[in-house]
């Protein structure tokens, strides 16, 4: 017993030096990460979010009945499938169907076309040496032009027997038919669409309509593409707020060469709104927030230091320095959330 009253005598008397050698001495220094204040250039944004469609897209449909005979695409030798790219005026289905070619009587009109062509051309030649009259002249040129019309309106009802791309894009559907099953007019057959570029209609906050504009650029991202972003422009933009969601309407285009986006895909939409180069740059997430200001620290001498910054641009990762920073400054990055007025810091990696 006597022994554990002389070992607490023993503790309360080291604890009592060490209080009257002064606490300072025995603080741990706090593990930090720091990095260099430097300067770059920052953008502020509005962030909204909408669907993104094609720039150009067609359902292709039957007009007249046929049978069906799916086309080759040239650059496989396969018949055409859903993703094969086309250009403008390729045919990509057949619809064959005798009876309304037949009925159409276009080598008989294109031998009629050449006929009255060339009676218009000898009745001009007459006319100039006075060999026929004006009346003579008209009416030659008149059979010719109907006949010119009978042959463009044949070639016409024999171009509704194939369904073509009406421009250059993807084939994005293609219901499947037997081959050789007769299908009826107004069947959907296909759909095309040009998604190398794509437009999405979005909403923006109303707080907003003063700093979002025609013109400017955005930078559009998909949740589950991380590190694909693509440029694009607001191309309009609607003057008037709607009531019932307090927010205003805006057009917005964006390249997409390769394909990466896709029509239908739910993106976020970054418009930059303002921009600065050359200002001092650090990240959001080491600010401080206390009650006299927003509050970073910095190391000088192995002690941190707080600093009060006054902040200019920003946006979801950094924000801009006008005044509490220099460039060169050691700026604790990490391990700061427990520090105070000059704690004792070590600097590790």
Known sequence: MKWRICFCILIALILACDEDDGSNELEISIPVSVAEVKKGDIQEFVTSSGTVDAIEAADLASEIEGRYRLAKNPKTGKPFAPGDAVTKGQTIIYLDNPEFENNTR?????????????????????????????????????????????????RLELG?????????????????FTPNVRVPAATQLAQVMNYSRLFAEIKFP?????????????????????????NGAI???????????????????????????????????????????????????????????NIVYVVDKGAAFERVV?????????????DGLETGDRLIVKGYETLRERSKVKVVK
């Open 206 to 230: 109303a707080k907003e309509i003063t700093r979002v504009r025609s013109g400017q650029t955005v930078r559009i991202s998909h949740y589950s593409l991380e590190g694909d972003t693509l």
């Open 235 to 293: 191309t309009r933009v609607s003057p008037a707020i709607d009531k019932a969601s307090r927010s205003f309407k805006a057009l917005v285009e964006v390249d997409n060469p390769e394909h990466l986006f896709r029509p239908g895909m739910f993106v976020k939409i970054n418009a930059v709104v303002s921009e600065k180069s050359d200002v001092v740059i650090i990240p959001k997430e080491i600010i401080i927030s206390r009650q006299r200001g």
């Open 310 to 322: 006054e902040i200019g641009l920003e946006n979801a990762s950094r924000v801009e320095v006008l």
């Open 106 to 154: 276009i080598e008989s009109r294109k031998l009629n076309l050449d006929i009255s062509k060339r009676e218009f051309e000898k009745q001009q030649s007459l006319y100039e040496k006075g060999g026929v009259t004006l009346r003579e002249l008209k009416n030659a040129e008149s059979s010719y032009i109907d006949s010119r019309y009978n042959y463009d309106n044949a």
């Open 160 to 176: 509704k027997l194939t369904i073509t791309a009406p421009f250059s894009g993807i084939i994005t559907d293609l219901p499947y």
